[in-house]
């Protein structure tokens, strides 16, 4: 077989100076451009499940993640709620304060990291994936969406609500790809675990490697927004503690570290040089909440027992290592009804061969460590507790809902707006009991009887709790019913009173359900290197979210020089961020496991 082809007729070869192939022994180097657009983030170890709509998944990483790649309508910032205009052109509503009918223009422009256009299916999809999955947060605010139909221009979609809705602008944050996601029927729990399937942010996640401990964000080329990422990667890495972390900013493996303070944080970066700092608050704290669902927690007497018996200053300050902590911004102590005895002998005992069962999520260090400390003093109280440790998704999904623990202690958002205190407190109107009702019919019930299930009460205050179908879930994690915190949450919903006004007598009600104890707020101490550039030059000037904190500003930073080098360009001697990581998380992930285990395995045997 013979092949031929076609060859233009080439031109003479340009004449070429001898002197300038000449060859030399200089080496080649990395373009110094390209080390410019990769920045890495040290920060605390972290969940893989990406997934920012899951309960109890008040990761800050992840929170950072999702507001970095997944598009909302509204954007937290000093300002309260802000539109994305990028993402949303327009917003029309019949009432601004407590709409029934909003409408939403989409930019046109708007679309997924493979292409996809984002259109009103991807609205319908996280409205109704929210309302009906049993892990999801805001189940009892999507639940006032009625439909969500096209408008009559193009891009525009209609949400229709069913009672006016003060918190409206709440609705649509993180929006997800439902042709992805909805095509292939994934479960809602666990479909973003280690993955982000598609992106609309400035950055798309690149790699998960749980192992490692690393999540690699990489630019999205596709982005439509007007601010495209400044840097190409942004990456979090693991830090298995302060001083390691200290370690890295000094050798310049990490640009910028995040982590939550402990006694000596600001001691080790005061003696750091070329860094900035700046402590932030996050609107999320730890609490031990009883769950209502439980046959053993169903009486409000017996869950104050248990409550009075916890000294929450002494958990807080054995979470924190040190005997200075800040009260939550929530926090509201439960009251009970004015009827339990003293502290230690109020809780009377349990039997050891049924003893009450506190839960944790296995992925959460700081809730484990303050659920054994809540244990301790149970026990010492002759209140025989065990701690059991859960995957969190089968924690919150099953085991609070149908009344399998007695309790968790988890991270939940301060309750600081309407929509959260919905989420948290309330209840369908079906199920719920009056609260003030039963306080006048409860009667008092010993210890011993508290461990013996009733058939009068339906849920709630007293008696047993209500069949699993009618439980509340999402948010709820204390199974409250209440008409009273009902009531309340219903009038701050329809615009009938305001949240300043009814905040008193909403949270003495919440107080009164004697099932949420606050233990500490949560924060966020941020160590950035000089030549880490960002939104302006002061650092206490970048924005931050609730949620994510100073890394929502993320896009916006550059570098200003190499890192790993000194000023004279000469290479700072140290391991490969990789490297470093790997083994410092190894350790961390492998002590960590063997404390858990042991201590999930000894809940199993003696449940």
Known sequence: MV??????????????????????????????????????????????????????????????????????????????????????????????????EVTYTLNPAAQWSDGTPITISDFQYLAEVISKEPTAAGKNVYSHIVSITDGDKAGQIVVHLDEPFTPWKDLFQHLLPSHIYRAEGQNFASMMQGNSAASAGAYAVKSVNEGRGIVELQRNDRYWGRQPAKTDVLRFTTVANNSMGAQMLRTEQIQAYRTRPSATTDLIFSQLDKIRTRTTAREVQLNVVLNQASSRM????????????????????????????????WNVMPTGDGESESRTSSAGTTNSDDPLILAAPNDDQTAIIAARTAADQLNRAGVATVVRTAEPNNLFGTQLPKGEVDG??????????????????????????????????????????TNKPTSTAEAGDSGVASDDKTRPQGGNLGSICSTEIDSIIGKLTRGDESLNDAKEELNAAIARQSTVLPILPDSAAFAALDLLSGPSER????????????????????????????ANGDSNETASPSESTEATTATSTETSTEATTATSTEGEKKK
């Open 298 to 329: 169903s009486n409000r007497q017996a869950r104050q027992r248990v409550l009075d018996v916890l000294n929450r200053n002494i958990i807080g300050e054995i979470v924190e290592g040190s005997n200075s902590i800040k009260a939550p911004s």
């Open 3 to 100: 092949l031929a082809a076609c060859q233009a007729n080439p031109a003479d070869p340009p004449a070429v100076d001898p002197a300038s192939t000449t060859q030399t022994d200089a080496p080649v180097t990395q373009p110094p451009a390209k080390a410019l657009r990769e920045i890495t983030v040290g920060v605390d170890p972290f969940t893989t499940n990406l997934n920012p709509h899951v309960v109890g998944n008040h990761d800050p990483v992840v929170a950072a993640i999702a507001d970095l790649t997944l598009p909302s309508v509204f954007i937290s910032g000093s300002q309260g709620k802000t539109l994305d205009s990028n993402f949303i052109t327009d917003v029309k509503t019949d009432d601004d304060s407590a709409p029934t």
């Open 408 to 449: 968790v202690v988890t991270w939940q958002d301060s309750a600081d707006s309407v929509s959260k205190y919905m989420d948290q407190f309330s209840c369908s109107a079906a199920t719920s009991t009056d609260s003030s009702k039963d306080a006048r019919d409860a009667k008092t019930t010993s210890a011993s009887e």
């Open 539 to 566: 650092l206490n000037s970048w924005p931050t979210d609730d949620d994510s904190g100073i890394l929502i500003s993320a896009p916006t930073w550059t570098l200003t020089a190499k890192p790993g080098q000194n």
